[in-house]
């Protein structure tokens, strides 16, 4: 019922909002968002039933760098990411507040089911239940950015740039 009427509020505003053409940017997005935290992501009232030890971290943090590490970065600031910025929508800081203000069971959520539309791919089937709480507790405790270095894909690609630049010196 709640979510019926939110639904019908925003859409209003939607409509009137597109009447006025002045300055869409920002309301549309500031729109966008609240329609993503309070309707489209589910999982709101579902709590994470894997407690933060130490080792669930560490096992959160392996998982996170072997799966979204290529566009979140080791520490989800997308650290050494070279499309990070260059993507629409770009990959978020995940330690931002827009991020850090979903609950626990929608964060879960949003790695099982994705955002459609946008390059936040669905995980169902890939990781398990436990693996995926394991990733929430992981990003309710980032590291700084930049800290755990950068992915080691990107860690060739940089060191192959490297070397071709070098081939470039020396045949001159
Ligand atoms: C192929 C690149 C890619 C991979 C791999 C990826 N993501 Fe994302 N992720 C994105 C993009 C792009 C967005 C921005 C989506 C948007 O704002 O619509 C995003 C957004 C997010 C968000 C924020 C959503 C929001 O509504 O603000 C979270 C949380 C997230 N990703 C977690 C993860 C986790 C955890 C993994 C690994 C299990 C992962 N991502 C793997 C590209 C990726």
């Known amino acids: 019922m709640n979510t019926i009427r939110i639904a019908i509020v925003i859409t209003c505003a939607m409509i009137l909002s597109g009447c006025r053409v002045s300055q869409p940017g920002r309301i549309e997005s500031e729109m ?12 709101k009232n579902t709590p994470n039933p ?21 566009c979140h970065g080791l520490d989800g600031e997308a650290t050494g990411v070279p499309f990070a910025q260059k993507m629409a929508p770009p990959i978020p800081s995940l330690s931002s507040s827009d991020v850090q203000e979903y609950k626990d069971g929608q964060l879960k959520w949003i790695i099982e089911n994705g955002i459609n539309p946008s390059g936040m791919p669905s995980w169902k089937g890939i990781l398990d239940d436990e693996e995926m709480w394991k990733i929430v507790n992981f990003m309710r405790h980032l590291p700084p950015k930049g800290s755990l270095g950068i992915a080691e894909v990107y860690k060739k690609e ?9 081939h470039e010196k020396d045949s001159k």
């Open 158 to 166: 940089q060191e192959e740039h490297e070397h071709m630049h070098m």
């Open 32 to 43: 966008a968002k609240d329609v993503k935290h309070k309707i489209t992501v589910g999982g």
């Open 50 to 70: 894997i407690p933060a030890t130490p080792e669930n971290l560490a096992d959160g943090q392996k998982h996170f760098g072997h799966h979204c590490g290529i």
